[in-house]
């Protein structure tokens, strides 16, 4: 089946200590996106991905770091940089151009981070 | 100003009565405006999509979208318990991949 797939789920750190995480997809799209949502809030942009080997920052993307070596991947490091990394992350991709590019986004299931 | 704005709410509708959600952005440039709903600890999904102005209609859903005054809307007629969720807006901006959200408002419908 065809989709998009995050992991961990549930991850824990320790102040100062960064972490990878996973966001894998077969859906042969192009764009790929990284958000941040903090209880109670919507959707935050982090890093965001049309193309291999090419990204752009989004709204919120001190702290964090991202890279598109192959399509099917794109990975987001939390630095110990980011000074309030406890969140729940959203992994998202799309068709951004042609005749089926509806703007859709395809989401993970999310990881949640949490900073001990 | 925030690019995508939703009021947060909660807001709450009795059961079949008809719940309207709003949502102004910035970007005069925008192309594309999304509804997804999200239930609490799961991921978004998209309920309707919407290009050009005026209405577009799928089941009971109905999106409104008016360029020039730069909002959208979400109406959703004969609510449902199962519809309590928070529903956000997402706004495809000048920049063809780049897309925002608003804040999401909070939908509670009373039986």
């Known amino acids: 089946d065809g989709g998009i797939t995050q992991s961990p789920k549930y991850l824990f750190r320790k102040e100062g200590q960064n972490v990878t995480l996973s966001c894998e997809q077969n859906?042969?799209?192009?764009?790929m996106y990284w958000y941040r949502q903090d209880p109670g809030q919507g959707l935050r942009l982090i890093y965001y991905?049309?193309?291999?080997?090419?990204?752009q920052k989004g709204d919120i993307a001190e702290g964090y770091s991202v890279s598109r070596e192959k399509k099917e991947s794109f990975p987001l490091t939390v630095t110990s940089a980011q000074k309030n990394p406890t969140a729940f992350y959203l992994c998202?991709?799309?068709?951004?151009?042609?005749?089926?590019?509806?703007?859709?986004?395809?989401f993970g299931e999310g990881s949640r981070l949490t900073v001990l | 100003q925030k690019e995508v704005e939703q009021n947060s709410g909660p807001l709450s509708v009795p059961e079949g009565a008809i719940a309207s959600l709003n949502c102004t952005y910035s970007d005069r440039g925008s192309q594309s405006f999304f509804w997804y709903r999200q239930y609490s600890g799961k991921s978004p999904e998209l309920i309707m999509f919407i290009y050009s102005n005026g209405d577009k209609e799928d089941g009971r859903f109905t999106a409104q979208l008016n360029k020039a005054s730069q909002y959208v809307s979400l109406l959703i007629r004969d609510s449902q318990p199962s519809d309590s969720a928070t529903y956000l807006c997402a706004v495809r901006g000048s920049s063809a991949s780049k897309i925002i959200f608003g804040s999401g408002t909070r939908l509670s419908i009373r039986p």
């Open positions: 998202a991709s799309s068709i951004w151009r042609g005749p089926l590019n509806t703007g859709e986004l395809f």
């Open positions: 991905s049309q193309i291999v080997n090419d990204f």
């Open positions: 859906l042969n799209h192009d764009a």
